[in-house]
């Protein structure tokens, strides 16, 4: 397993992490250079415990969904809203496999407390949902997250790569004294946090249950406009929450907005999609 405790180790996960963000290949040559700033904080310090893509880590661990999920939320990176108290925080990072290897069309659903510790259960306010992009990448602008009683500070999150199951899993804060009480806190799901002005930047990595093998993925065989037998579900659609298909035999309601693609027909995307 690699280590970033020392920063002259490279691991093929750094740079693969760093050729993701500036979007270029990952010739062998370049399995030597020397970590880029992404590993580390402002200070040069190692960061924050996180669960990194390490040539054979396990994926990042569940935790559990909590009573405050509600689907439908919409689609946004930013979680801001007028007169929304608050110190603003920014939360990025990368979604890799299990080969290290960015997967890009992961469907990212946050949601959260208020300043005061809150969830808004009547509306979606701090509820957004987020795809990342051909990278693997994601940005979320919100706030840091109160607190209320028996849990530390959190971010709630689902993940769900095309035609994969979800994880849900939460976020956590450093150096947050209630890291030590709560009993659902788990370290390997610390964000790298750091200040930046009257504000705060974290990041974060997941690792998917997604298979990454050799060579290329094969070719499916169905047409992308071709919907299954008996069913009204299609490739390329644009459903709106309370849209209602089928496929093949069964019917399914959508629970967000979505551009229907090869990979998340209704049986295998059940953050977009609910059997009626």
């Not at 090869?262 to 059997?275: F, I, K, T």
């Amino acid at each position: 397993m690699d280590s970033e405790a020392n920063p002259a180790h490279v691991s093929r996960k750094t740079v693969l992490r760093a050729a993701a963000a500036v979007g270029m290949a990952v010739p062998v040559t370049l399995m030597g250079v020397p970590a880029l700033a992404r590993t580390l904080t402002g200070s040069g310090e190692p960061p924050a415990l996180t669960p990194p893509c390490d040539d054979g880590d396990d994926p990042t661990p569940p935790q559990t969904e909590g009573p405050y999920f509600k689907p439908d939320s919409p689609r946004r990176s930013s979680l801001l809203e007028p007169g929304l108290p608050g110190v603003r925080l920014t939360v990025s990072g990368y979604v890799f496999g299990l080969a290290c290897q960015p997967v890009s069309r992961v469907l990212l659903d946050f949601w959260q407390a208020d300043t005061d510790g809150a969830y808004d259960n009547a509306g979606f306010r701090l509820r957004g949902h987020q795809f990342t992009d051909s990278r693997g990448a994601f940005a979320l602008t919100t706030i840091v997250p109160g607190l209320y009683p028996g849990r530390t500070r959190h971010l709630h999150v689902k993940l769900q790569a095309p035609g994969r199951p979800v994880l849900t899993t939460q976020l956590y804060f450093p150096g947050e004294p209630r890291n030590n009480t709560d009993p659902i806190f788990d370290r390997r799901l610390l964000m790298s946090v750091r200040d930046t002005g009257g504000a705060k930047e974290a990041a974060f990595d997941f690792v998917l249950n997604v298979f990454q093998g050799p060579g290329p993925t094969p070719t499916p065989t169905a047409t992308a406009t071709t919907p299954p037998p008996g069913g009204t579900w299609a490739v390329g659609t644009a459903y709106a929450a309370g849209d209602r298909v089928t496929y093949g035999s069964s019917g399914y309601a959508c629970l967000q907005a979505h551009t229907a693609q090869r990979g998340w027909e209704p049986p295998s995307a059940l953050a977009l999609w609910r059997a009626v």
